[in-house]
C-alpha cells in the first residue's frame, strides 16, 4: 500500500470536500481518501497495482477543482 498527498485549490466548502473524496474512492485501488478544506489536499492511501497519480489528479480535475502539480 502506498500513500501520496495531492495539493488541490478551489474547493470552498464541505460539499466540495465530499465531491473530492467521492471521485477518488471509486477507485478499486483507492483504500482511504481523506480531503481536508483547511489544508486543501487529499491524503489517498492506495494500491499502485490497482490505480495511479496521474488518475487520481485527473479525476480531481474533472470534478471541477485544481490540482497543484
Ligand atoms: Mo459548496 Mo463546492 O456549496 O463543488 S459544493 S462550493
Known amino acids: ?3 501520496t498527498t495531492i495539493k488541490i485549490k478551489g ?13 477518488l474512492e471509486k477507485f478499486t ?4 481518501a481523506e480531503v481536508s478544506l483547511d489544508q ?9 497495482a490497482k490505480s495511479s497519480i496521474a488518475q487520481f489528479k485527473q479525476a480531481i480535475r474533472d470534478a471541477g477543482f ?3 502539480d
Open 1 to 3: 500500500m502506498q500513500t
Open 11 to 23: 474547493m470552498t466548502c464541505m460539499g466540495c470536500v465530499n465531491s473530492a473524496e467521492k471521485v
Open 29 to 32: 485501488g483507492v483504500i482511504s
Open 40 to 48: 486543501e489536499q487529499a491524503v489517498i492511501q492506495y494500491n499502485a
Open 66 to 68: 485544481d490540482v497543484i
